[in-house]
């Protein structure tokens, strides 16, 4: 809930909207942990995703998220309950997909996932910012596979930005390497820990 100032996207403000209008805005989340409809079938959950979409587009829709996540297809009508972490997170990403969104908000899509899943999703994140009309907003505690696959980046402590620039900037950074990325040489001693607040010079 928003409790001071406005949130506005490409000049309309929606922070006094509804979630279905915002769905209609064309902003999209994808919530942390999936929350796929899991009493319901694969197919069913993308069609769930499209009840702002055009009825006449529906089929082309989710032709296309079949063609991203061919496992989708092989499982369309498996109950969404039964799958995989990381199936039900292609199939939370192929239903924001069936909104044709603008924008997709995307919450920590790694969360619970094994490392070979994490590279997985993140890959197919990579293809959707290169083939799909919509920007995509992840927020992710991976910088390693944030930074890869993103254009800009805001480093947040506390609920405060407290570093932004480019993903290539940001990857160079020598504070962002230590703290975030890594390669660090390590800090094992109290010493040390008092080190790396100093270190932290962007924090006030």
Same mark, same amino acid.
């Given at each position: 809930?928003?409790?001071?100032?406005?949130?506005?996207?490409?000049?309309?403000?929606?922070?006094?909207?509804?979630?279905?209008?915002?769905?209609?805005?064309?902003?999209?989340?994808?919530?942390?942990?999936?929350?796929?409809?899991?009493?319901?079938?694969?197919?069913?959950?993308?069609?769930?995703?499209?009840?702002?979409?055009?009825?006449?587009?529906?089929?082309?829709?989710?032709?296309? $998220?079949?063609?991203? %996540?061919?496992?989708? /297809?092989?499982? &369309?009508?498996?109950?969404?309950?039964?799958?995989?972490?990381? +199936? =039900?997170?292609?199939?939370?990403?192929?239903?924001?997909?069936?909104?044709?969104?603008?924008?997709?908000?995307?919450?920590?899509?790694?969360?619970?996932?094994?490392?070979?899943? $994490?590279?997985?999703? %993140?890959?197919?994140? /990579?293809?959707? &910012?290169?083939?799909?009309?919509?920007?995509?907003?992840?927020? +992710? =505690?991976?910088?390693?596979?944030?930074?890869?696959?993103?254009?800009?980046?805001?480093?947040?402590?506390?609920?405060?930005?407290?570093?932004?620039?480019?993903?290539?900037?940001? $990857?160079?950074?020598?504070?962002?390497?230590?703290?975030?990325?890594?390669?660090?040489?390590?800090?094992?001693?109290?010493?040390?820990?008092?080190?790396?607040?100093?270190?932290?010079?962007?924090?006030?």
């Amino acid at each position: 809930r928003v409790t001071d100032g406005e949130i506005v996207f490409m000049g309309d403000r929606i922070d006094n909207k509804d979630a279905a209008e915002i769905v209609k805005n064309g902003i999209f989340q994808i919530m942390e942990g999936r929350r796929v409809f899991k009493d319901l079938n694969v197919e069913e959950n993308l069609i769930a995703g499209a009840y702002t979409s055009p009825s006449a587009k529906v089929k082309d829709y989710i032709d296309k $998220v079949y063609t991203y %996540f061919p496992r989708l /297809k092989e499982r &369309r009508t498996q109950l969404a309950g039964y799958m995989s972490g990381g +199936e =039900q997170q292609m199939l939370a990403i192929g239903r924001a997909l069936m909104a044709e969104p603008k924008l997709i908000l995307m919450d920590e899509p790694s969360l619970g996932l094994s490392p070979l899943l $994490v590279k997985e999703i %993140f890959n197919i994140i /990579k293809t959707l &910012r290169e083939k799909e009309n919509a920007s995509i907003l992840l927020v +992710e =505690q991976n910088a390693n596979m944030a930074l890869a696959v993103s254009d800009y980046g805001y480093i947040m402590e506390n609920g405060k930005i407290v570093l932004e620039g480019t993903s290539e900037e940001l $990857v160079k950074n020598e504070d962002v390497k230590e703290f975030y990325l890594g390669s660090g040489t390590g800090r094992k001693r109290f010493r040390d820990v008092k080190h790396y607040r100093r270190r932290k010079r962007w924090l006030s």
